[in-house]
Nanobody, 123 residues
Framework: QVQLVESGGGLVQTGGSLRLSCTAS????????INWYRQVGGKQRELVAA???????HYADSVKGRFAISRDNDKNTVLLQMTSLKPEDTAVYYC?????????????????WGQGTQVTVSS
């Protein structure tokens, strides 16, 4: 069973930066698309950014210009570079991948999920 391993979360001050990574545990797993979601407590999960197999990317309006998603196919890894962080970015961040198709908005299209990584931005 393929696992997605996340890393890079932590505590940072307002205006700081963090870089999250999401790596597939098996090199033979082909990542067609990955979404990054975030969730605060029991609130609804929010799509933050997504990247497809080509050049297609998507960002939530709340992070446009501050977050950048990229992929390193050689390492089977997707990165989420977060800059100019705000307290409202505080959440648990999850990556979700699919091995077929391309970017989809809804989480139900993604079969593989990371364990989540906490991002806390202090004011």
């Amino acid at each position: 069973q393929v696992q997605l391993v996340e890393s890079g979360g932590g505590l940072v001050q307002t205006g700081g930066s963090l870089r999250l990574s999401c790596t597939a545990s098996e090199s033979t797993f082909v990542i067609r698309a990955i979404n990054w979601y975030r969730q605060v407590g029991g609130k609804q999960r929010e799509l933050v950014a997504a990247i497809g197999s080509g050049t297609m990317v998507h960002y939530a309006d709340s992070v446009k210009g501050r977050f950048a998603i990229s992929r390193d196919n050689d390492k089977n890894t997707v990165l989420l570079q977060m800059t100019s962080l705000k307290p409202e970015d505080t959440a648990v961040y999850y990556c979700a991948a699919r091995s077929t198709g391309d970017i989809e908005y809804f989480a139900r299209h993604y079969d593989y999920w990371g364990q989540g990584t906490q991002v806390t931005v202090s004011s």
